[in-house]
């Protein structure tokens, strides 16, 4: 059973669990909400839980088709969700073509789309304020958006220019795509250049090993899980450069993954159970936790 945590209006505005998921679902990924209800994505049982006072699974994914990073469409009443079979996971049996998902609040697919040719391996989607659509590529580093008539997918990362695409979140302009390429740092595309560009912290390095990423304003919140404990960065950029911070320097998050806003506050998936996903006999002692971080009107922690 799935355990929702009161949050109580008194409560400080502060970081806090608000939700824990059930230690029987051993690897959880995505988070995303509409504001009212917290939809998580379970990926080794392949289900999608929706929680508001209680929690239930709304749907399970056909074979062989696993849920990685889900993310609100308010326009189109939908949940996209990432859903792969890569190679390389334990308990995973590897396929070569996920599949972008749509479903609607019940659960049942209105859409699967893929790119036409070609291997597919969605691990992230984010959905824009005006409903563009983009999924990327673990794979291989490519980022796709959704056509306007739902149809088919278009390269907005083209092929050979990543290696691991991570999350994506569009501009205030609506002209650039931010994408977090696990191994070789933030970048920004154009998404009809298909020119990406690298952004460089203030030392000259680029930003590494970032997983989850949305934007709030003019800023931009990512989890980063290339070391432990993991930890919730944010940065700005200029479209050239990028200023980074760790705006909660005592949130510790321990194996984090995704990072979704609902209007009101950050909700993080702590304790994802990657770290264990190699110890299939190994029960969890405790489930994963969705972690909220109130931000104010200006886009910062509380």
Request: a neutral charge.
């Amino acid at each position: 059973m799935i355990g929702l945590l009161a949050m109580a209006a008194a409560a400080a505005a502060q970081p806090r669990t608000v939700l824990t998921i059930d230690p029987s679902h051993r690897l959880v990924e995505g988070v995303t909400s509409d504001g009212k209800t917290i939809w998580v994505s379970s990926i080794l049982d392949s289900q999608i839980l929706a929680c508001r006072s209680t929690c239930e699974t709304i749907a399970t994914l056909p074979a062989p088709l696993h849920p990685f990073a889900i993310a609100w469409d308010s326009l189109r009443e939908r949940l996209w969700v990432a859903a792969d079979c890569p190679p390389g996971v334990p308990a995973i049996k590897a396929c070569e073509r996920g599949a972008l998902l749509a479903l609607d609040r019940q659960g049942k697919i209105q859409t699967r789309i893929a790119p036409f040719i070609g291997d597919f391996h969605p691990g992230d989607v984010s959905v824009a304020a005006r409903g563009q659509v983009f999924v990327s590529d673990s794979q291989n580093g490519m980022v796709f958006r959704l056509t306007k008539n739902e149809r088919g997918m278009m390269a907005v990362v083209l092929p050979d220019t990543g290696k691991s695409a991570q999350g994506t979140a569009l501009d205030r302009t609506g002209a650039q795509l931010v994408v977090a390429d696990y191994s070789q740092g933030i970048g920004i595309t154009g998404i009809d250049t298909f020119k990406r560009t690298l952004l460089l912290r203030q030392d000259g390095k680029p930003l590494r090993g970032i997983d989850g990423l949305i934007r709030c304003g003019s800023i931009y919140y990512g989890i980063y899980n290339g070391a432990t404990p993991g930890r919730l960065l944010s940065f700005t950029t200029d479209g050239k450069t990028l200023n980074f911070e760790e705006p909660l320097p005592d949130l510790k998050l321990p194996d984090p993954t995704q990072v979704a806003y609902d209007g009101e506050q950050l909700l993080i998936v702590a304790d994802s159970g990657w770290a264990s996903v190699d110890k299939p006999n190994a029960p969890r002692a405790s489930g994963a936790s969705i972690v909220a971080v109130p931000l104010s009107s200006d886009c910062r922690p509380k």
